[in-house]
């Protein structure tokens, strides 16, 4: 019952504070407990570091049917947890996120790629420290399900991309040995609105 509880009140929260900026009114909230970024980032060519960012909320539109979606979702990068305070901190501060002044990230997409009747791939735009570039996100597993907890549909994923974080202006590091090349790990789950 708790569990139950947990989710009814994350999809009501979700469902009362997010933008509606697509053309299509989006019919999914996303689930802001089961939906983070995940990052890996080498350095030294030893260790990986890694990361994880909560989201702040999002949106999506889903048409299975007519194999169509849009998303939209806010990071909040001020959530950083690396497992090491000095390390979240450094990736806070000025020289990295400066999350003083870029607080969050955000990921849009109005392009959804279809294998089937499976999300196969989401082509967007990631908008980070006031920069936007493509990004595209490799669905590696895609499903759809009525959840017998909330008693609503609820779809979800897990996505992957590799990114450069040069072309966002994130520089930390590069000159000492802590690599370009991030991995992100994208964990998404929304709950049918309507």
């Known amino acids: 019952m708790r569990a139950a509880r947990r989710w009814a ?3 009501a929260v979700a469902a009362l504070g997010l933008p509606v900026a697509q053309a299509q009114a989006p019919n999914f909230a996303i689930d802001p407990t089961h939906t983070f970024v ?3 980032n080498g350095h030294y060519g030893t260790t990986t570091n ?10 999506l539109f889903f ?10 979702i806010v990071i909040d990068i001020s959530s950083v947890n690396t497992g090491v305070d000095f390390l979240n901190r450094q990736i806070q501060g ?3 996120f400066n999350v003083a002044d870029y607080p969050t990230a ?7 790629v279809f294998e089937g009747d499976k999300v196969s791939e989401v082509r967007g735009q990631l908008t980070l420290k006031g ?3 493509p990004v595209v996100l490799k669905a590696n597993k895609f499903n759809c399900y009525m959840n017998p907890l909330v008693k609503r549909e609820v779809c979800g994923g897990d996505f992957e991309t590799n990114i450069q974080r040069s072309q966002w202006g994130v520089l930390w590091g590069l000159q000492f040995g802590f690599e370009d090349a991030v991995r992100l790990l994208i964990q998404i789950e929304a709950i049918r609105m309507q």
């Open 9 to 11: 009140a994350a999809l």
């Open 106 to 112: 955000t990921f849009k997409s109005e392009q959804f």
């Open 94 to 96: 000025k020289d990295f």
């Open 131 to 133: 920069q936007t570039h």
């Open 63 to 72: 048409d299975r049917p007519g194999r169509a979606g849009k998303i939209e």
């Open 38 to 40: 995940n990052y890996e």
């Open 50 to 59: 890694r990361g994880r960012f909560s989201m702040k909320d999002g949106t």
